[in-house]
């Protein structure tokens, strides 16, 4: 009974982030004034490119990942306006990482709890300027739920399975996005940002890395411009786009017996997606990730794998 209720649990978070999608569609009969309502989607739309989606990465992929059903992240968010025109607010996001084992029983261990809360400020709105630029600031707590021992009995290696990892961070940033509509190959957003480590279990001082810099950039190709044979000639009014991003990270400061400038130290994170009509605003995508193993406890570990899974964001307007 029980294997058969956890391998529900693929179907309804597909089901979940492929229904979120939709959850945007009864904000504008809540606003009545109408420039307000131009206002909060200008902004709701470029805030929503750097949000990290909902997503289902299936099985292993090929890599050093151990044996999984599937990876799931779900991260809706909730947007609180302070000003009409949206250029100061709040954001909330209750963030579930989950790995789904492919072993007996089909267990899910440790999930990673994630919830945050960004406040963010637009500088420059594209509506009178050339761009959008934001800045930000978010802290977020990371956590397993798990209260034995960090370590295993041995006292040397680390007890995966229901040791105790809990953290917090503090992140800033800033945001600048560029689209234009006239071009065939734009930059969509470039992301610069910087992490700190505080609060956190005293196992992990020295062995997880307190600062981190990040740097982030998405970039997109029309496809309806670029490949018109294959788009249908009813549907050359719509945007399809070949959307390609990449984060650069590089971990500073104190991390186990590593040298300042250390491979461990870097992390990757390379995505091309794509939107096909059929599934409209879930997109399709293939994800190279090399660096320290973001699911909590586990980040003892490189990763080195290619994987593919399908995404989508999702946010709600107060």
């Not at 029983?105 to 594209?126: A, E, G």
């Amino acid at each position: 009974m029980m294997n058969r209720i956890k391998i529900l649990l693929l179907p309804i978070m597909l089901f979940s982030i492929i229904c979120d999608v939709y959850s945007q569609k009864g904000v504008d009969s809540l606003v009545s004034n109408e420039q307000e309502v131009k206002g909060r989607r200008n902004a709701i739309s470029t805030f929503n490119m750097f949000r990290d989606p909902s997503y289902i990465l299936f099985g292993s992929g090929l890599g050093n990942m151990e044996p999984l059903i599937f990876e799931g992240n779900l991260a809706p968010y909730f947007m609180i306006s302070i000003s009409e025109n949206v250029r100061w607010g709040i954001e909330l996001s209750p963030r579930i990482v989950i790995r789904m084992y492919n072993e007996y029983s089909l267990p899910v261990r440790t999930p990673s709890f994630m919830p945050k809360v960004t406040f963010f400020y637009q500088f420059l709105d594209k509506e009178n300027g050339k761009r959008d630029l934001f800045t930000y600031i978010t802290t977020m707590h990371h956590s397993n739920g798990q209260e034995d021992d960090f370590f295993n009995p041995d006292s040397t290696t680390i007890n995966t399975l229901t040791g105790n990892f809990s953290t917090n961070w503090i992140e800033g940033g800033l945001f600048l996005s560029r689209p234009n509509a006239k071009l065939l190959f734009n930059t969509n957003y470039i992301k610069l940002y910087a992490t700190y480590n505080y609060m956190q279990e005293q196992k992990l001082s020295g062995t997880y890395g307190r600062l981190r810099f990040f740097v982030n950039i998405k970039s997109s190709v029309k496809l309806s411009e670029a490949f018109k044979i294959i788009v249908a000639p009813e549907d050359l009014n719509k945007k399809y786009a070949f959307n390609q991003s990449i984060k650069v990270g590089w971990i500073a400061g104190k991390l186990n017996d590593e040298q300042n400038f250390s491979i461990k130290r870097f992390t990757v994170n390379y995505t091309v997606s794509f939107t096909p009509t059929f599934l409209k605003d879930v997109n399709i995508f293939f994800q190279y990730y090399y660096g320290q193993d973001y699911y909590n406890i586990h980040f003892n570990r490189q990763l080195n794998v290619i994987r593919i899974g399908i995404s989508s964001k999702s946010s709600i307007l107060f």
